[in-house]
């Protein structure tokens, strides 16, 4: 096999690097996005620039800025677009093709276009409120409606910014003493990482019953609020299910989240009243409201006062005539009373005469009876009356405890004795005692 002709490598890479270099021997201005971003302590900084199409990388260099252009590209690009060179920025860069035999193809920049970033994030911007629109989410909210007295209200800030506290302040210090309750959910309001921050924060609020959410937030340079004009905050801002305020920037800023929230405004003050300012509505309301039920209060009692009167005369008539036929009705009661109770009185008075009579009739006859059954009584009490027994001859014998001894059997031999006489009484003693039937322990002495 015979030999090859070939070249050394470097030989190889030589020819590309004449034929680059004399190929682009100027510097050209590249249209393409900063996918990697990476300044060295040497003062130099190294990044990859890509294209992409439909979400993927179409083409791809490296680059770098050497350190004696670096500072003065980055202050300029700065101090014009108010952000800082990073990864993720569409620029418009001047670049010089070079070619290493170590490290192949790389661009030099030396010069960049900050206007032209400028215009690219006005025009993403105009593209992303065209998609909103088309895809219907700038009404979403208008849908919506805030309550008549807004109370519960969620506020999505940073805790320590100014603007946050003049809101507070201002809200609950009002001098007609309306009460609110403030809930704060903090989130990051600058920087890359804000968006999705603050997204998690509306997704937390929607979570919970609130009667609004507000986004506060101060005012400050174009890139410190760039953030809220990103597509995903809008379109969470935009499906949030409770009614939400925005209060970003200064008058002059409006972001595409003011313009898909329900209301926007520009201050922490104005944003204050805007609450205190539904709350007066309601308190102006009530008090026409009381107005009306005042006099319309009003106009009904003197109405009612007059019913009132027509009625009381109405009853007073009523009354009279009802209480002159009761007393004609009580009149004729009366007489008619009177002789029943005259025809009962003489019938009374001859049942009386003749119950008087049936009475005398009775107790004469009764007072006879009982004349002749007591002189039957006197007659029999005479006959037994002691006295007239004694006066037969018979005497009346009491023993020693003076009761009248009817038997010889409780009376022994030296007890005394008293004898009662028609004429009068004796005591004796007794000697002996004398029994039909002898007794056992009869003891008789002389």
Same mark, same amino acid.
Do not use: C, H, W
């Given at each position: 096999m015979g030999a090859k002709d070939? &070249?050394? *490598?470097l030989e190889l890479q030589n020819l590309i690097k004449e034929s680059v270099e004399n190929a682009f021997p100027g510097r050209y201005w590249v249209k393409a996005e900063i996918a990697s971003w990476s300044p060295r302590a040497n003062g130099h900084c190294y990044l990859t620039l890509t294209q992409s199409r439909a979400g993927k990388a179409i083409a791809e260099s490296r680059a770098m800025i050497w350190k004696w252009h670096y500072p003065a590209l980055t202050q300029y690009f700065e101090k014009t677009t108010g952000q800082r060179l990073q990864a993720g920025i569409t620029v418009l860069v001047r670049v010089q093709v070079a070619f290493s035999e170590l490290y192949? &193809?790389?661009? $030099?920049?030396d010069d960049i276009d900050a206007a032209f970033t400028l215009g690219e994030q006005a025009l993403e911007r105009k593209r992303s409120i065209e998609r909103l629109q088309k895809d219907g989410y700038m009404d979403m909210q208008k849908e919506l409606a805030l309550p008549d007295l807004p109370y519960k209200l969620a506020v999505i800030t940073s805790r320590t910014a100014a603007g946050y506290q003049d809101f507070r302040n201002h809200l609950l210090n009002n001098p007609e003493g309306y009460a609110f309750r403030l809930d704060l959910i903090e989130a990051l309001m600058q920087g890359e990482q804000a968006p999705a921050s603050i997204m998690a924060a509306i997704q937390a609020v929607g979570e919970e019953d609130y009667d609004a959410l507000l986004i506060l937030r101060? %005012?400050?340079?174009? @890139? !410190?609020l760039a953030c809220f004009d990103d597509f995903s905050l809008a379109v969470a801002i935009a499906t949030c299910p409770v009614p939400v305020v925005t209060a970003i920037g200064h008058d002059k800023d409006v972001h595409i989240a003011d313009m898909v929230a329900h209301l926007s405004v520009k201050t922490p003050t104005a *944003?204050? !009243?805007?609450? *205190?300012d539904a709350c007066r509505e309601q308190d102006a309301i009530l008090d026409r409201l009381r107005s009306r039920l005042g006099t319309a209060a009003g106009r009904l009692v003197n109405r009612e006062e007059l019913r009132l009167k027509s009625a009381d005369a109405?009853? +007073?008539?009523a009354v009279q005539r009802r209480v002159s036929a009761l007393e &004609? *009705?009580? +009149? +004729? =009661?009366? @007489?008619?009373? =009177?002789? %029943?109770?005259a025809q009962k009185y003489g019938e009374v008075v001859r049942l009386r005469d003749a119950a008087v009579h049936r009475l005398q009739f009775a107790a004469q006859a009764r007072v006879g009876a009982e004349v002749s059954r007591v002189a039957l009584k006197e007659a029999l009490i005479n006959a037994s009356d002691p006295r007239k027994i004694l006066g037969l001859g018979y005497v009346l014998v009491t023993g020693k405890d003076n009761k009248v001894l009817k038997t010889v059997d409780k009376v022994g031999v030296g007890d005394r004795i008293g004898v009662r006489f028609q004429d009068g009484s004796l005591t004796a003693?007794?000697?002996?005692? $004398? =029994? !039909?039937?002898?007794?056992? !322990?009869?003891?008789? @002495?002389?």
């Open positions: 070939y &070249m050394e *490598l192949g &193809m790389s661009l $030099y920049i101060g %005012g400050g340079s174009e @890139t !410190d *944003l204050a !009243d805007l609450f *205190l109405a009853v +007073q008539r &004609m *009705l009580l +009149q +004729q =009661a009366l @007489t008619r009373i =009177a002789r %029943g109770l003693k007794v000697d002996e005692v $004398y =029994a !039909d039937v002898p007794r056992n !322990d009869e003891v008789k @002495t002389a």
